[in-house]
C-alpha cells in the first residue's frame, strides 16, 4: 500500500494561485498505470473529485473547477500536482490526492492539505 502525502495548501487572497504536491513514495509502476484524482472536501460534505489524470495524462474537471484549476503528473518523481489560478472563496477546503474510486489496496489515503481562500 502507497501512502500518499499532500503538501502545499495555505491560506490565500480571491484571485491568488497555488500549486498542491501529492507525493505516492516509492509507488513504482502504480503511479504510471492507475489514473490519479484531486479530491476536495469541506465542512458537512462528502469528498468529491476535483481533477483526474489517467496514465495516459488525459485529464477531466469537475464544472466548479474545468478552466482555472491544471492537475499534472511527474512519474519519475512519483508526484501528482494540482496548479490552481484565480482562486475563490469556494475553493477552500481540504484537498486529498488518490484514484477514484479510491483502491485502498493500492493507495493509502494521506491527511490531506487545507487550503481557505478569503476576500
Known amino acids: 500500500q502507497v501512502q500518499l502525502v499532500e503538501s502545499g495548501g495555505t491560506s490565500v487572497q480571491t484571485g491568488g494561485s497555488l500549486t498542491l504536491t501529492c507525493v505516492a513514495p516509492?509507488?513504482?509502476?502504480?503511479?504510471?498505470?492507475?489514473?490519479l484524482s484531486w479530491h476536495r472536501q469541506t465542512p458537512g460534505n462528502e469528498r468529491e473529485v476535483v481533477a483526474t489524470?489517467?496514465?495516459?495524462?488525459?485529464?477531466s474537471y469537475s464544472g466548479a473547477v474545468r478552466g482555472h484549476f491544471v492537475i499534472s503528473k511527474h512519474n519519475a518523481k512519483e508526484s501528482l500536482y494540482l496548479h490552481m489560478n484565480d482562486l475563490r472563496p469556494e475553493d477552500s477546503g481540504v484537498y486529498y490526492c488518490?484514484?477514484?474510486?479510491?483502491?485502498?489496496?493500492?493507495?493509502?489515503w494521506g491527511t490531506g492539505t487545507q487550503v481557505t481562500v478569503s476576500w
Open positions: 516509492h509507488s513504482g509502476d502504480a503511479l504510471k498505470r492507475h489514473p
Open positions: 488518490n484514484s477514484a474510486p479510491p483502491i485502498p489496496t493500492i493507495w493509502a
Open positions: 489524470i489517467t496514465h495516459r495524462k488525459r485529464t
